[in-house]
């Protein structure tokens, strides 16, 4: 069974930046796909980035050349870098893992996911 446990949420002012990080276990690298979704009050849950098991990338359009999504097998680690923050990026964030990337993505509903770290951004 797939655990993920996210950290790294907090309050920040617009333009500010957050690392967010996100500890997997229980399923092997090889084959997954782990990411970002967000969910704001009232909004549904949106996409936001996700890195395939050989690195490769994607970002939802609201964020690229803002955020940058990393792992470090070695520590079972997911990281999410989020700069230029705008009041628009508060929401709650969870880790998410799916054989598929598209499924983070676009129907992060049907992913396994975390309990999530709250991100704050203010004016």
């Known amino acids: 069974q797939v655990q993920l446990v996210e950290s790294g949420g907090g309050s920040v002012q617009v333009g500010g930046s957050l690392t967010l990080s996100c500890v997997a276990s229980?399923?092997?690298?090889?084959?997954?796909?782990l990411g970002w979704f967000r969910q704001a009050v009232g909004n549904e849950r949106e996409g936001v980035a996700a890195i395939d098991y050989d690195g490769s990338t994607s970002y939802a359009d609201s964020v690229k050349g803002r955020f940058t999504i990393s792992k470090d097998n070695a520590k079972n680690t997911l990281y999410l870098q989020m700069n230029s923050l705008k009041p628009e990026d508060t929401a709650m964030y969870y880790c998410?893992?799916?054989?598929?990337?598209?499924?983070?993505?676009?129907?992060?509903?049907?992913?396994?996911w975390g309990q999530g770290t709250q991100v704050t951004v203010s004016s």
């Open positions: 998410a893992a799916h054989n598929a990337c598209w499924y983070i993505l676009h129907r992060p509903h049907l992913t396994e």
């Open positions: 229980g399923y092997s690298y090889s084959g997954y796909c």
